[in-house]
């Protein structure tokens, strides 16, 4: 009884599917609630007491900023740490905007309820002073005065006598929407509010979007013992969107200006900005999305001009790595205008300069030093799978990589951009969050996931290794691939293969992403499978050719792919080829399918979740 005791505690233990999904055994931790201040070098963090704050430089705590006890008192019981979902402080640090009891409606869209915090005076005021969930609430830039959207309208609050003016009165659900996006705006162009102040507090522009030509879809909801019908607006591919107009609203005269942007039937307007001067910028991209206008308009004049046009010949992506410098003159900007994602410098009406250029792509601009004249980003320069940290000039010279050059790293900047909060991992590494200067030099570690490591290890998680596939066409593809414990090259492993393959995504990381999925996967490998993943044509971070290889003709070079590596497979010794499965989620739920209707024997079985069918 001893021996065998013994015995079975050296061997690893059992995965469930209740370890996965029930309990979050392997599910790596963050940093709760982790906010860079908005000018000091201070961030804070939420923990079970309050709203902690820390220095930068030491790490050492500061202060409990926001207690518990206070907001419990403060409210009456109705508000405690644990129902804030988030929150953000106003410019001065005087005040901190709560999210409570947030709750999801699409994808990028929530309904919470909203209390300003005077940090000095210790006060707690409810934003609306209703029942009523709001769809965002957002301070002006003084913290005098709060914008919100409550029953497809819009409305603002003075914070000092708590008068509550209403902007908009036409709004009505599944047909006008005043400052939050429609479906369309808020799934395809990663929207949800739609209002936003101007840098003196003085106006507010936002969007209105006429959702009364859209045609409804309906469906079931099963929530009940009696189903009960769910009817929205959602336009089919070639149907007709909302109409969307920008308007401008004077605070002082409480006057309401329509812009005027041409024809709104067969456009959209994906994002509103203010320039320093209280210019508003309008960004107007084709139905087609080929072409984007950079629209500035001058609310007090109502003159308007392009700035700046980005154009494609498929089509191009609409992000939020737009900045325009405090000079009123000069934008900096990413666009694919040279078949990669590259760094430029815009002056307004004016010229273009390209800072960064090469065969990789820049993933995103994650912070500009004005003061300085320095660009941070992340790129894949090191490797199609990395992510990486640069630094360079406004001039496009002196650019420095600031990690490793082996791994995936997600940087969040303070606002005045002395440190970043880091976020580390590479494929078999849990995220690591670290706190850096601007140099890249680690200052703390604050979170390792060493205790989830050491569960994983009592389970006998496995390693997984990068793979590169050649297909009959001589395509280069990237994958990964996780193998059995005791792994035996003599012997011949059935294979399960994951897709998403969605056109700009990418799921071959050096990064430990998709951690439940992961977890899966380890579980199958205690099953003797091997998993498999691989990037197909129409994924991300190899330029536009890659790309864009699917325009107009999406699902055929994706489900070639898919089936050429499941066809590579078969002549890899260790593989039994008459047992390759493939699942997806999503698009990956159409791609599986599409790859094994379509595969000629290639696929044993396919699962499809959620087909984008």
């Known amino acids: 009884m001893l021996a065998f005791a013994l015995i079975t505690f050296g061997q690893a233990q059992k995965i469930t599917i209740e370890d996965i999904w029930n309990d979050f055994k392997f599910y790596p931790r963050g940093v709760s609630g982790y906010t860079a201040m908005p000018k000091s070098d201070y961030y804070t963090v939420v923990k079970r007491g309050g709203i902690e704050r820390y220095s930068f430089a030491t790490g050492e705590r500061v202060d409990m900023l926001v207690s518990n006890d206070d907001l419990d008192r403060l409210s009456n019981g109705a508000v405690n740490i644990r129902k804030v979902s988030s929150y953000e402080f106003t410019a001065d640090e005087k005040k901190i905007m709560l999210a409570i009891d947030e709750e999801s409606i699409w994808r990028r869209s929530t309904l919470a309820f909203y209390y300003v915090y005077d940090i000095a005076a210790k006060t707690l005021t409810l934003v609306a002073d209703t029942n009523t969930k ?73 969007l209105r979007f006429d959702e009364s030509r859209v045609k409804e879809y309906n469906f079931a909801l099963y929530d009940e013992l009696y189903p009960t019908d769910f009817k929205y607006k959602y336009p089919k591919a070639g149907e007709d969107n909302s109409l969307v107009d920008v308007y401008i609203y004077d605070v002082a005269t409480a006057q309401l200006t329509k812009v005027d942007l041409g024809d709104n039937t067969n456009c959209y307007f994906p994002r509103v900005y203010w320039l320093p001067n209280n210019d508003a910028v309008v960004l107007k991209l084709n139905r087609h999305q080929n072409q984007l206008d950079f629209i500035r308009y001058n609310t007090t004049t109502q003159q308007q001009d392009i700035i700046y046009t980005d154009k494609n010949d498929k089509w191009l992506d609409v992000t939020d790595n737009y900045y325009f410098l405090k000079d009123g003159k000069t934008m900096i900007v990413t666009s694919e205008r040279d078949g990669f994602n590259h760094i430029y410098k815009v002056t307004l009406g004016g010229g273009i300069q390209q800072l960064t250029s090469g065969k990789w792509e820049v993933n995103a601009i994650q912070y500009v030093n004005e003061a300085k004249k320095q660009i941070y980003y992340t790129s894949n320069e090191s490797g199609v799978v990395n992510r990486d940290l640069y630094v360079i000039n406004f001039d496009g010279k002196k650019k420095t990589m600031l990690s490793s050059g082996d791994g995936w790293n997600e940087p969040s900047f303070s606002p005045n951009g002395n440190f970043y909060r880091n976020q580390y991992s590479n494929l078999n590494t849990l995220p690591k969050y670290t706190i850096r200067d601007a140099k890249g030099k680690e200052l703390r570690v604050l979170n390792d996931n060493k205790n989830v490591q050491e569960t994983m290890d009592q389970y006998g998680f496995v390693k997984r290794e990068l793979i590169s596939i050649t297909t009959a066409d001589g395509t280069q593809l990237n994958g990964w691939m996780m193998k059995p414990a005791n792994f035996d090259p003599n012997k011949r492993y059935p294979v399960m293969m994951n897709c998403y393959g969605g056109p700009g995504s990418q799921q071959v990381e050096n990064a430990y992403s998709s951690a ?91 699962i499809s979740v959620a087909p984008v069918t």
């Open 134 to 206: 709001l769809h965002f609430a957002v301070l002006s830039e003084d913290g005098q005065k709060v914008l919100f959207a409550r029953d497809c309208d819009l409305f603002y609050q003075d914070l000092a006598t708590g008068k509550i003016t209403q902007i908009t009165r036409d709004g009505k659900p599944n047909s006008i929407l005043n400052g939050y996006a429609d479906w369309v705006y808020e799934e395809e162009l990663d929207m949800s509010r739609a209002a936003s102040w101007s840098p003196d507090g003085k106006k507010i522009a936002f």
């Open 516 to 606: 439940q999925d992961l977890a899966f996967y380890q579980m199958l490998a205690q099953h003797g499978y091997i998993s498999v993943c691989v990037d197909g044509r129409g994924t991300a971070t190899r330029g536009d050719e890659f790309k864009k290889v699917i325009y107009q003709q999406m699902g055929k070079y994706e489900a070639i792919d898919q089936i050429g590596a499941a066809n590579y497979l078969k002549t890899l010794p260790y593989v039994d080829g008459d047992r390759i499965g493939i699942w997806g989620w999503s698009f990956g739920g159409y791609l599986s399918a599409l790859s094994m209707f379509r595969g000629d024997g290639a696929f044993k079985m396919a």
